[in-house]
């Protein structure tokens, strides 16, 4: 259940054209104390409720327990969230050994496409595409549950 990703940011739009799948997501935090992040999130046409620990130093890597929950639920829990739902179609891209997870942001958010790979070890290698940018990982202001609260559109 630990989580190991960096993060990074998108410099074209390249990556759509090697992306194996787009799917959209809309989700909410009913949490965002840093320590302990309850997130609900509807992916297409699947529910999930997530819960993330305090990321380590390097902000590469932290606690993640993840359980699907019913749309229904899901649609529910979203009623319930603090302020500042998030939307984003999320592209699968293959790269080498590994997927990027693209998420290219709509309303508050708009203009910012943020890629992400997970890893099996903070130090194992992966390919970095030309589209690939400038790393975040562990820069706060770029985590979800960040966004919900101070969107891009307002840096």
């Not at 990703?5 to 989700?27: C, H, M, N, P, W």
């Not at 699968?92 to 943020?114: A, K, S």
């Not at 890893?119 to 549950?145: I, M």
């Amino acid at each position: 259940m630990l989580e190991i990703e960096r993060k990074f940011l998108v410099g074209s739009e390249d990556y759509k054209s090697e992306a194996r799948s787009k799917t959209r997501i809309v989700q909410g935090f009913l949490n965002t104390d840093p320590n302990r992040t309850v997130r609900v999130r509807i992916k297409g046409d699947t529910g999930f409720i997530t819960v993330k620990g305090k990321s380590n130093a390097s902000g590469t890597s932290r606690f993640e327990w993840e359980k699907e929950i019913s749309v229904v639920d899901a649609e529910s829990l979203l009623k319930l969230c603090e302020k500042g739902i998030l939307d984003k179609d999320r592209y699968e891209v293959p790269v080498g050994n590994h997927v990027y997870e693209v998420d290219e942001f709509r309303d508050e958010n708009e203009g910012l496409t943020v890629a992400e790979i997970e890893l099996n070890d903070e130090n194992e290698l992966f390919e970095k595409p030309a589209w690939l940018g400038v790393e975040v990982t562990g820069e706060v202001k770029y985590y979800n549950s960040q966004l919900s609260k101070t969107p891009f559109n307002l840096w």
